[in-house]
């Protein structure tokens, strides 16, 4: 094969045209070492647009949570971790139930953001949202996070409407040795993780497991227990050829419920959940790089049937409620009926099967001051739930089509522009792109002019929802069958659409070791998917006015603010990272057809949100940290008004040598350290003080 | 069209520049230096804005595309970059003072061997791209001043510089553990031992390919072994190297200036030189990961200058 420098010698030789005297070169850059070698990109962050990029150049802002963040932060959970991301709103939906959103407008199924896991996508089409304790995933094992403020469809599809996680595994090949930790603490909490990771032959492995075990809250008894295990593998069989292979299972269960109430039952929902993906990556010139990559994730979430006496009791008091007496007998045939019209009822809706496949194949490039990426992906969808999906299973297929382009078109300016395409078996198509110019005055700092506009296509479950009940005849009352229309699927669903402007600026001050991140944005989300009522003929629906829900294009809100971000190692031992976000969300009429105009009572978006976190190492073998949280008022889909609230955490963890090669550390965590107790996305989901111990065995 | 802006370039970068010098120099028989780049790319133009900004009287400027054959024949000729040197090389003319700049060394040296086999003294010289593998060893040295062992790897474009590289080590005092591998081999394989026995290890620049595809599981293993990594760029300090000497286009294009206004006062040629002018960049985040002291890179910059006064 002719490398490109050989090529462009022969080619300028033929074009020369200098006469005799100007002959061919004679020799070529194949056989010699070029300059070019010296200014080789050595790879960086790419969850922004999938090339390797310094932050200074992404087209997005880009927060990292490194390592050492996610140690002295405390976090027992990765939504938690967010918190330490401006513009992201993170909450318990319950004990063991998390979530994240950013720039708020979120129910308890956060929808509009792609979470990845090393850039395989676990968001979940039954759900449209990430399950995040089935993830077969231990904070012990991430190396970073890095987190895409702002719609990053371009790069990673429709899910990152709003932004895209990217959660960095540690590389295999990168560590040697490993872990046992041990926690116990508040909710009776009982953990147990491992991890080992070592060489075997030409491959580099890392295998970790863990069990997870606590009583959840008080009230509602809503506990956690889970065993999961994990493979990641990389094999180079030679220079330019790596292969990665992860595998993961991860099952248990947990109690899921509504704390809008006091008396709200939380019920048992099994979890089953498996993945497999491989990726592939060849660099195959001084510039270009193929990467092939594949995946499956499955889940399988069982919530309990309820037993035929809770049908028959339930149906009873539902009839003697609306004045119709019915003998033992009666209801006994009533129940009959009813349980073989319907599917089997269950004590919640998280209960289905999904499965998703997706293959990739991408090329990146750089040809002088050009550098790009493409690619084509394909993924296949599919879901079942006798719930959520009553009119049968659901699959789609997506075809998807991207390209990322920079171009520094002068030394101290760059366009960067991403688009991508993608078609949906259901007949909808999604066109996105991104541009921003940005200005890199030195090499320190650089501003950003960024415009956008992305489309999501529905989550399978947006489009298929289906739930009805139906209700037997009741000789003398009715006429024929009764029919509760809960929730249809629309088969018209189109892509939602975000409108963003944005600039950004980002410095480094490498004398003060210190990072600043601003951003000012506005984003006009239209096309909004939420849920509508559309009006039923009297008489063929249960609900008072008759109707049914269905999801539509109805909805649109704007969002202006800025957003900082400000980190500083002041000594080697000491450091401190501030963010700030400021979202000022204007909601459009939230028409919500026969149920009524929606009366908000905040902002959809907390207003103010705000967090710190300070490192110390007095001395070599203690780290000390504080974690102080703000979020203002904010009115959830689903969860309502919820106050204002500040949380400090703390953390102190001691290391001792054990062994030449191994060291035991204790931490002692406090959440919520000073009070008072606060409620988080529902009324009597309440945070109070919360202590965790953790031990933990490290060797090399 | 394309013959009118043919006619532009060549008025406003050869007539009214070479006019201007005739007007404005009293001693106009001093024939305006040549500068040829290899293309337009960005570090080549950043060279060639260094030379036009230090260079007393400042050269014409060309690129290889537009090379007549009378250019071959200027009194003095600055390349820059290897596929520039290769050009001006393989039509050489006696009577010309040739500076290739910004260039590999190991690729000088190969070329001039190649295409000027027979000249006895031909005027040629040179300003390196690469630094002297004994600044990078002493680079290696004050940011580890106890290692004993130094690790590297030599690719198929780097193996002649294995001799320099052991002569370094033992005028730095420092054992060479050094392991060969080609795009075919198994990196992890022939990097683990020698980065598991070092104390440090330092990155030689080969192909690019060859950099790209190393860079990863170098700094991978040297975390796994806790064992810092000295890298050729700030690339790969930004990757992950904790820290590396470099010159910039800007450096190499001032010393190059520099040069040329001593070839117009009628200075000698100089002989072929590695950068004069360089930065060391440092990455705290390796540094702390790996609990090293590591004074700021201008504190290590001006350690290393003394210690090159001191030869």
């Given amino acids: 094969m002719i490398s490109r420098g050989a090529r462009r010698s022969l080619y300028l030789a033929t074009l020369l045209g200098l006469g005799p005297s100007i002959s061919p070169a004679q020799a070529s850059e194949a056989l010699y070492l070029s300059e070019e070698a010296f200014l080789t990109d050595i790879p960086e962050i790419t969850s922004a647009t999938r090339l390797s990029q310094r932050l200074t150049e992404s087209p997005a802002s880009i927060s990292i949570i490194t390592r050492d963040m996610i140690s002295a932060s405390g976090a027992r959970n990765i939504p938690d971790l967010l918190r330490l991301v401006p513009g992201f709103q993170s909450f318990h939906v319950s004990a063991n139930k998390f979530a994240t959103t950013y720039h708020g407008a979120s129910d308890n199924f956060p929808r509009r953001q792609e979470v990845m896991v090393d850039g395989r996508s676990v968001y979940l089409p039954l759900l449209s949202t990430v399950d995040w304790t089935s993830l077969g995933l231990n904070l012990q094992d991430i190396e970073r996070v890095e987190v895409v403020r702002g719609s990053n469809v371009p790069t990673q599809g429709s899910n990152a409407f709003m932004g895209s996680i990217n959660i960095i595994t540690r590389e295999p090949a990168a560590e040697q040795g490993g872990y046992f930790s041990a926690t116990a603490g508040s909710m009776d909490t009982r953990d147990l993780h491992f991890g080992h990771s070592d060489s075997l032959g030409l491959w580099s492995y890392r295998l970790s497991g863990g069990h997870e075990q606590n009583d959840g809250s008080d009230r509602f008894g809503d506990r956690l227990k889970r065993n999961y295990l994990s493979f990641s593998g990389s094999y180079t069989p030679t220079l330019t050829d790596t292969l990665w292979i992860q595998a993961g299972v991860d099952r248990g269960h947990t109690y899921v419920g509504q704390a809008d109430r006091a008396d709200t039952l939380y019920h048992r929902r099994e979890h089953d959940s498996n993945y497999q993906s491989i990726k592939y990556q060849n660099i195959y010139s001084d510039t270009g790089t193929l990467q092939l990559t594949a995946y499956h994730n499955y889940l399988n979430l069982e919530v309990p049937r309820l037993s035929y006496a809770d049908v028959f009791n339930l149906l009873g008091s539902q009839l003697a409620d609306n004045g119709i007496a019915m003998n033992n007998e009666e209801l006994t045939a009533y129940t009959g009926q009813f349980l073989q019209m319907n599917h089997w009822p269950l004590w919640d809706r998280e209960h289905g099967t999904t499965h998703s496949y997706d293959i990739e194949l991408q090329v990146s490039e750089a040809l002088d001051r050009l550098r790009w990426v493409t690619g084509l992906g394909y993924r296949y969808d599919s879901a079942a739930s006798d719930i959520l999906l009553q009119d049968g299973d659901v699959s789609e297929e997506r075809w998807r089509a991207f390209a990322n382009v920079d171009w520094a078109f002068m030394p101290a300016w760059s366009v960067n522009t991403g688009a991508m395409f993608e078609h949906s078996s259901d007949d909808a198509d999604a066109f996105s792109f991104r541009h921003a110019l940005i200005h890199r005055p030195d090499d320190v700092s650089s501003l950003r002019l960024g415009y956008s506009i992305s489309e999501r296509l529905p989550s399978l479950l947006e489009k298929n929802t289906s739930r009805t009940l139906i209700y037997p005849t009741i000789p003398g009352v009715t006429d024929g069958p009764l029919y509760d229309y809960d929730y249809g699927a629309n088969a018209e669903l189109d892509a939602e659409r975000v409108k963003t402007h944005e600039i950004g600026y980002f410095r480094t001050f490498p004398h003060l070791d210190a990072n600043l991140d601003l951003r000012l944005f506005k984003e006009r989300v239209s096309s909004g998917i939420s849920g509508y009522y559309q009006p039923l003929p009297v008489g063929t629906d249960t609900d008072d006015p008759p109707r049914v829900g269905i999801s539509a294009n109805n909805y649109s809100w704007t969002n202006r603010g800025a957003e900082v971000q400000l980190q500083q190692h002041i000594t080697d031992t000491f450091s401190y990272l501030f963010n700030y976000a400021y979202i000022n969300t204007r909601t459009a009429t939230w028409d919500r057809g026969a149920k009524g105009i929606k009366p908000f009572k905040d902002s959809i978006t907390p207003e103010h949100t705000a967090s710190l976190m300070l490192s110390w190492r007095p001395v070599h073998d203690l780290n000390l940290s504080l974690m102080h949280y703000y979020m203002d008022s904010v009115d959830w889909f689903e969860g309502d008004l919820r106050d204002d609230y500040q949380r400090t955490d703390l953390r102190a963890a001691r290391r001792w040598a054990v062994g030449p090669d191994s060291e035991l550390e204790a931490a002692l965590t406090v959440q919520n350290a000073f009070g008072p107790t606060y409620a988080e996305f529902y009324e009597y989901n309440l945070f109070d003080r919360r202590v965790w111990l953790q031990l933990q065995l490290r060797y090399h | ?311």
């Fill in chain 2, 1 to 311: 069209m394309q013959g009118l802006d043919r006619i532009t370039r060549l008025i406003t970068r050869r007539l009214l520049p070479g006019l201007l010098g005739c007007l404005l120099s009293s001693s106009a028989t001093a024939e305006q230096a040549l500068l040829v780049l290899s293309d337009f790319s960005p570090s080549y133009n950043q060279v060639r804005d260094a030379v036009l900004e230090t260079a007393q009287q400042p050269p014409l400027v060309t690129t290889l595309d537009q090379l007549t054959p009378a250019d071959s024949q200027r009194a003095t000729i600055l390349a820059v970059g290897s596929r520039a040197c290769e050009q001006m090389l393989n039509h050489y003319h006696p009577d010309t003072r040739l500076i290739c700049s910004f260039l590999p060394s190991s690729t000088f040296a190969q070329l001039k061997q190649k295409l000027l086999p027979e000249q006895a003294q031909p005027q040629v010289s040179a300003i390196f791209i690469d630094q002297p593998l004994l600044r990078q060893i002493r680079l290696a040295r004050l940011v580890k001043p106890n290692a004993r062992i130094l690790g590297s790897a030599l690719g198929s474009n780097s193996r002649l510089l294995r001799d320099e590289l052991e002569a370094g080590s033992r005028k730095a005092g420092l054992e060479l553990q050094l392991a060969y591998l080609t795009t075919q081999d198994n990196p992890v394989e022939q990097l683990t031992p020698v980065i598991r026995n070092s104390d440090l290890f330092l990155v030689i620049p080969d192909s690019s390919v060859f950099n790209r595809a190393i860079s990863k599981w170098l700094l991978y293993l040297s975390l796994r072994h806790q064992v810092p990594v000295i890298g050729f760029s700030e690339n790969y300090t930004n990757a992950g190297a904790a820290a590396s000497v470099h010159s910039s286009a800007t450096q190499i294009g001032q010393q190059a200036g520099e040069w040329l206004s001593r070839l117009q006062a009628g200075g000698p040629l100089p002989p072929p030189s590695y950068p004069a002018y360089f930065d060391i960049s440092i990455n705290p985040v390796a540094a702390r990961t790996l609990k090293l002291k590591l004074a700021s890179g201008e504190a290590l910059e001006q350690a290393l200058l003394r210690l090159e006064a001191e030869d």
